[in-house]
């Protein structure tokens, strides 16, 4: 019986033993859930489709620190946004703002929409054009006049 026991404590022990990732997190529990708030809200560089507050990247822990001191030190969430802008560009906003510099990634979407469905279209009028309807001749007609009767009658 204590066989058995030590074979399952020993089947058991890398389960117990293993340890999670520990987070960063702020002393104030307020902080720490504003700045999370705001790091969603600011794109990770280096992992591009993942928010600063999610992203597990090196430069995004760093940008998290920057966020806790500088709310540590009294900034609003405004002048840490503007400060993260200033240092790395409009492309670290996931919502960036429509002015002269972003216009071209918000119009893109829509552009490149219109351009598909145009080329759909004129792919499907081409193909269409393409393809010649010829008539059944008299016994063709015949023979799938009696194809269909004949599934009719299993019916």
């Not at 702020?26 to 720490?32: G, V």
């Not at 492309?91 to 429509?98: A, E, H, N």
């Not at 016994?139 to 019916?155: I, P, Y």
């Amino acid at each position: 019986m204590m066989k058995f026991f030590m074979i399952a404590l020993l089947c058991c022990w890398p389960v117990l033993s293993h340890a999670g990732e520990a987070k960063d997190v702020a002393d104030d529990p307020a902080i720490e859930k504003r700045m999370m708030h705001l790091a969603e809200k600011v794109r990770c560089l280096v992992c591009q489709s993942e928010p600063v507050a999610t992203s597990h990247s090196e430069w995004s822990s760093d940008v998290r620190a920057i966020m806790r001191e500088k709310m540590k030190a009294g900034a609003t969430d405004q002048e840490i946004m503007d400060m993260l802008v200033e240092r790395f560009g409009k492309s670290v906003l996931y919502d960036p703002p429509i002015d002269k510099e972003t216009i071209s990634l918000w119009l893109a979407p829509f552009i490149l929409l219109l351009l598909g469905g145009s080329v759909l279209i004129y792919q499907l009028r081409k193909r269409k054009n393409l393809i010649a309807e010829t008539p059944l001749s008299a016994e063709e007609s015949q023979r799938a006049a009696d194809l269909l009767n004949s599934t009719k009658e299993l019916q």
